[in-house]
C-alpha cells in the first residue's frame, strides 16, 4: 500500500529555517512528479511546489526564493527546505503525488505536517 | 493565472437531498478539472477526475460534469458521512472550497 508520511513541522519564530521531509513506502519517489501542497487555517489548499521526474523544480510565487524543494533517491524521501518563513508560512504541509499530464490529479497524500511561524 | 469560483462557499441540506456545487473559471480551461473531499484534520482524496470520471472506490452518488468554465460536481443522495469541505482542482490550482453540512 502506497503510503506518504512527512514529518518536520514545528513551531518557528520569523525568519527562521525549516526542513520538511516525506517518506515514502511502496512507490518511488523519483519516479513520480511529486509537489508539496499547504494549507493554512481555515483555507483551501495551496499548492507550493513540485519537483519533476527529471528534476525540475517549480515553485508558487509566494515562497519562490525562500523554498528549495529536493529528493533523495537512494531514501525514497521528498524534501521542503524552508527559509526566511513568514507568519503566512503557517500551515498544515502536504506532500502529495502529481499525475502530470494524466488528468493533473492529486492522487496520493500525506498526512499533513504542521508548520506554526509565530514570536 | 486562472481563477477557480466555487458556489456556494457552504450549504445545510437533509440527509437524502440532492446537493450540487459548482466550479467556474476565468478562462476556458482544456486542462482536467477534478474533485476532492476533505474532512476535519484529513488530507484531501480524490473523488471525480476530469470532470466526470468517478476514481476506483468513490460510491456512484458521487458525480460530475461540465466543460470549458462551468462545472458542476453532485450528491445525488446526501449521507451522513458526506459531510465535508469539497474543492475542484486544476493543474495546481484549487477552488476555495464548499463546506457541506447536515440539516
Known amino acids: 500500500e502506497v503510503q506518504l508520511v512527512e514529518s518536520g513541522g514545528d513551531l518557528i519564530q520569523p525568519g527562521g529555517s525549516l526542513r520538511l521531509s516525506c517518506a515514502a513506502s511502496?512507490?518511488?519517489?523519483?519516479?513520480?512528479?511529486m509537489s508539496w501542497v499547504r494549507q493554512a487555517p481555515g483555507k483551501g489548499p495551496e499548492w507550493v511546489s513540485v519537483?519533476?521526474?527529471?528534476?525540475?523544480?517549480y515553485y508558487a510565487d509566494s515562497v519562490k526564493g525562500r523554498f528549495t524543494i529536493s529528493r533523495d533517491n537512494s531514501k525514497n524521501t521528498l524534501y521542503l527546505q524552508m527559509n526566511s518563513l513568514r507568519t503566512e508560512d503557517t500551515a498544515v504541509y502536504y506532500c502529495?503525488?502529481?499525475?502530470?499530464?494524466?488528468?493533473?490529479?492529486?492522487?496520493?497524500w500525506g498526512q499533513g505536517t504542521l508548520v506554526t511561524v509565530s514570536s | 493565472d486562472i481563477q477557480m469560483t466555487q458556489s456556494p462557499s457552504s450549504l445545510s441540506a437533509s440527509v437524502g437531498d440532492r446537493v450540487t456545487i459548482t466550479c467556474q473559471t476565468s478562462?476556458?480551461?482544456?486542462?482536467?478539472l477534478n474533485w476532492y473531499q476533505q474532512k476535519p484534520g484529513k488530507a484531501p482524496r480524490l473523488l471525480i477526475y476530469?470532470?466526470?470520471n468517478l476514481q476506483t472506490g468513490v460510491p456512484s452518488r458521487f458525480s460530475g460534469s461540465g466543460s470549458g468554465t462551468d462545472f458542476t460536481f453532485t450528491i445525488s443522495s446526501l449521507q451522513p458521512e458526506d459531510i465535508a469541505t469539497y474543492y475542484c482542482?486544476?493543474?495546481?490550482?484549487f477552488g476555495g472550497g464548499t463546506k457541506v453540512a447536515i440539516k
Open positions: 511502496d512507490f518511488t519517489v523519483s519516479s513520480n512528479y
Open positions: 502529495a503525488r502529481w499525475a502530470y499530464g494524466d488528468n493533473d490529479y492529486f492522487d496520493y
Open positions: 482542482q486544476q493543474f495546481l490550482t
Open positions: 519537483i519533476y521526474r527529471g528534476g525540475n523544480t
Open positions: 478562462e476556458y480551461i482544456r486542462n482536467p
Open positions: 476530469d470532470s466526470s
